[in-house]
């Protein structure tokens, strides 16, 4: 079973607007980290946010990280075609491990 | 920065050949980061080096694959007997530390015909 898994396959909007993703795990962690991946490429990290915060921003995204609940969240305001992409959260495999555990991704699809 | 470098992107094998992936990491990061990645089995973790050391190598399928780091600036995947099953994108990441995040290639898209 996944340590991190997000909440949705797949999911659309059109540009300009704002979507959300939504991410649970079931370890605890120091930190938790969402990737973008986009079509031929590998994935590229967005936000890592620490166990210790409770949100943490990169221009049009903003992540949430609750540890009580065990999930996470990652928002897309105003939304780009070439915010097209999977979108996974990853989580250490262990406390103190360098090995990240992958969610099996969330693909957003950004239509004009 | 040129990031992380794979070679070749793709490879094509004849079921029974042997393929070998390269995998040039950033310079100065000290650990490197092999996965597979399918449609079905989505991300998933093979081994990893640290400063060139086998570290954990608990996803590699135990038969078949094989991985090195012979010097800090590559490391090798090499699957041995290739089948079918194993097609997929092989990527590599390294990252510099604990609790950094991994920089990725882009991936050898290997197909086994």
């Known amino acids: 079973s996944q340590l991190a898994e997000e909440n949705s396959w797949a999911l659309s909007v059109h540009e300009g607007e704002s979507v959300t993703v939504n991410c649970s795990y079931k370890t605890s962690i120091t930190a938790l980290q969402w990737y973008r991946q986009k079509s031929g490429k590998g994935p590229a990290q967005l936000i890592l946010i620490r166990s210790n915060e409770r949100e943490k921003r990169n221009g049009r995204l903003r992540a949430t990280l609750d540890t009580s609940s065990q999930s996470s969240s990652l928002s897309i305001t105003a939304t780009r075609c070439e915010d097209t992409a999977v979108y996974f959260c990853a989580t250490e495999a262990s406390s103190g491990s360098w090995q990240l555990i992958f969610g099996s991704g969330t693909q957003l699809t950004v239509m004009p | 920065n040129a990031g992380v470098i794979q070679t070749p992107r793709h490879k094509v094998t004849g079921k029974g050949q042997e393929a070998t992936l390269w995998c040039e990491p950033i310079?100065?990061?000290?650990?490197v980061f092999w996965y597979r990645q399918t449609i079905v089995q989505g991300l998933e973790f093979l081994t990893y080096f640290r400063n060139q050391a086998p570290i954990d190598d608990s996803g590699m399928p135990k038969e078949r694959f094989s991985a090195q780091m012979p010097n800090q600036s590559h490391s090798t995947l090499k699957i041995q007997s290739t089948q079918p099953q194993d097609s997929a994108v092989y990527l590599c990441a390294s990252s510099p530390g604990l609790g950094y995040e991994q920089y990725f290639g882009p991936g050898t898209r290997l197909t086994v015909l």
């Open positions: 310079s100065g990061h000290s650990a």
